[in-house]
Each structure stands twice: as structure tokens, then as C-alpha cells.
């Protein structure tokens, strides 16, 4: 085998090992220190909600909308 094969396992291993340790390596920092936790999640907004609109008119609106409606159709 060649040393150039080697060294790309080598490479590989070392990749691997940065890609497993590295989230673990995160968890561990905020689990086990719930202060970080808190700061990181109370410095974002995860949920943003638009202003809240008009609401809609209710079923018993409508039938009173409609009646009159019905009214002004019948004056004429």
C-alpha cells in the first residue's frame, strides 16, 4: 500500500472523529451548564407572530348583515 493511502485514512479518521465530537462536545457544554442554555435561547426569537388583525364577524353578524341587506333589497 501506498503511504499516500495511508495518510488519506489517516485523514478520513481524523475527519470523522472531529464530525462525532464536535456536536458532542456542544451538547455537553450547554446541558451540563443550564446558564449557557439560557442565554443562548434567551437572546433569540424563535417564534415571531404578525400583529393580531380585525376578526372576522361572527355567525350571528352575518345573519343580522344579511337580514338587513334583505331589508334594503325589499324598500326598493
Known amino acids: 500500500m501506498s503511504s499516500l493511502g495511508t495518510s ?3 485523514l478520513e479518521i481524523a475527519k470523522f472523529a472531529v464530525y462525532v465530537t464536535v456536536p458532542i462536545g456542544l451538547m455537553y457544554f450547554f446541558a451540563s451548564n443550564t446558564k449557557n442554555l ?3 435561547m ?3 426569537q ?3 407572530y404578525p400583529p393580531e388583525g380585525p376578526r372576522p364577524p361572527s355567525p350571528e353578524e352575518l345573519r343580522e348583515m344579511a337580514r338587513e341587506i334583505a331589508r334594503q333589497r325589499e324598500q326598493r
Open 42 to 44: 434567551g437572546n433569540r
Open 46 to 48: 424563535y417564534v415571531v
Open 38 to 40: 439560557q442565554k443562548v
Open 8 to 10: 488519506k485514512g489517516i
